[in-house]
């Protein structure tokens, strides 16, 4: 667009040259002068350049537009993939697992009161350990988008952190035995 500018401001102007001129007349003294050289564009006033600056200039703008669009169409579809995916990690976090740890502890005890047999038990154990590998499945696609929506921003985000939707940490167990009070002895 300055180009643009540029050119359409001096096109009423053709090249200007500037220069020294020294001449010598053969009995004569040494003459030093300026020379100055205007060119007038009286039928080329640089049309088909300015009109190339102008096809230029608008493929430009047309190209700015639709990388306008991809990258908000890329946010939009950033943004859904983080909400389906949250959706999906808060629904196995939320009810799934709750409900298999239930059918699990259930089970358990028609097993100790000799209503199912081992297999059964061992079955559903198993059905919760699946449901458990699908939510650490579902937390790795819920963050990944995350990291694609960043991405598609730009690499940053505004408002505040999300929400993780991460089951609380359960408590460590209880430290390792500490040796601070026994002094070490040293050969």
């Known amino acids: 667009a300055e180009g643009l500018n540029l050119a359409k401001t001096w096109r009423w102007f053709g090249t200007i040259e500037l220069g020294a001129h020294l001449h010598q007349d053969p009995n004569g003294p040494e003459l030093v002068g300026p020379t100055l ?3 007038l564009p009286i039928f080329d006033q640089r049309q088909a350049f300015i009109a190339r600056l102008e096809a ?3 493929q ?23 909400s389906h ?9 939320d009810e799934l697992l ?8 259930l089970s358990l005890r028609k097993y100790n009161s000799m209503l199912i047999g081992l297999y059964e ?25 995350q ?5 598609a921003l ?9 929400k993780v939707p991460v089951a609380p940490a359960e408590p460590p167990s209880a430290p390792p035995a500490s040796h601070e009070g026994h002094p070490h002895h040293g050969h």
């Open 147 to 151: 990291v694609e929506l960043t991405r």
């Open 60 to 82: 430009a703008q047309r190209r700015l537009v639709g990388l306008l669009k991809q990258a908000r169409s890329e946010a939009r579809l950033a943004l859904a993939k983080v």
């Open 121 to 145: 038990l061992l079955e559903n154990k198993n059905e919760q350990l699946v449901a458990s590998l699908h939510y650490v499945e579902a937390l790795r696609a819920y963050w990944t988008a």
């Open 37 to 39: 050289t205007l060119e």
């Open 85 to 93: 995916s949250r959706h999906a990690a808060l629904q196995y976090r």
């Open 154 to 162: 730009g690499g940053r985000r505004e408002g505040a952190q999300p």
């Open 98 to 105: 709750p409900a298999q740890e239930e059918l699990n502890a």
């Open 56 to 58: 230029q200039h608008r």
